[in-house]
């Protein structure tokens, strides 16, 4: 099946700091990956969709400017959240996105923990 | 708006009892149903459905899926404590998006 690998697994950054997050499919070439976030005890959300080559597309609500996403190549997704603050601290997961004739759902990277001191 | 409810939020069982997770939907464009185990890191992928009636199942869980109704169940027998895990319940539309549902908690007593 499809390898997604997320990486760091956990980062403490200062309030103020931005952090970048990766996420690179292994085995596949990702047009588009999706970023979540998820709060404690809550379910995932949906922060943004990221198309290779352009323009990635937030939800409503998701602050573009705080939260960049970047696809550059076929493999790699990054996150970076810039000028990270407290409320900022979350668990952020990346997935590729379900393709044609696949007989098995998303797959998720391991995830990233964000605190912001 | 989309939306997916799973029913119910939490539950404690005892090992060895069947349970019934639920999950309903109303979506635009329906394309699939997953459904997710998540323990203490990112999900892990148990099934998906898009077709009304077909039972899936894979060792002591299976799940199935009504189009009509809008919902689907995931079931469990003879419960064990490693099932012990959040079930996520998800729903793809046919422009790519994926909703997912608050999950439902739960917890195999020993």
């Known amino acids: 099946g499809a390898v997604v690998s997320q990486h760091p697994s956990w980062v403490i950054c200062k309030s103020g700091t931005s952090v970048k997050i990766e996420c690179r499919s292994l085995d596949f070439q990702a047009t588009t990956m999706f970023w979540y976030r998820q709060f404690p005890k809550q379910s995932l959300m949906l922060m943004a969709t990221?198309?290779?080559?352009?323009?990635?597309?937030?939800e409503q609500g998701v602050e573009k400017d705080k939260f960049l996403i970047n696809h550059a190549s076929l493999t790699l997704s990054t996150l970076t959240v810039t000028s990270a603050h407290p409320e900022d601290s979350s668990f952020y997961i990346c997935?590729?996105?379900?393709?044609?004739?696949?007989?098995?759902?998303?797959?998720f990277g391991s995830g990233t923990r964000l605190t912001v001191v | 708006e989309d939306k997916v409810v799973q029913s119910p939020l939490s539950l404690v069982v005892h090992e060895g009892d069947t349970v019934t997770l639920n999950c309903s939907y109303e979506v635009t464009n329906f394309r699939s149903l997953l459904w997710y185990k998540q323990e203490k890191k990112a999900p892990t992928f148990l099934f998906m459905l898009t077709s009304s009636g077909i039972e899936k199942k894979s060792g002591r869980l299976s799940s199935i899926l009504d189009k009509k109704e809008l919902f689907s169940i995931l079931n469990i027998t003879a419960t064990q404590t490693g099932d012990s895990a959040i079930y996520l319940c998800?729903?793809?539309?046919?422009?790519?998006?994926?909703?997912f549902g608050k999950g439902t908690r739960l917890h195999i007593l020993p």
């Open positions: 998800a729903v793809t539309t046919r422009d790519d998006k994926i909703i």
């Open positions: 990221s198309n290779e080559g352009s323009k990635a597309t937030y």
């Open positions: 997935s590729d996105s379900l393709r044609t004739g696949r007989n098995y759902g998303y797959t």
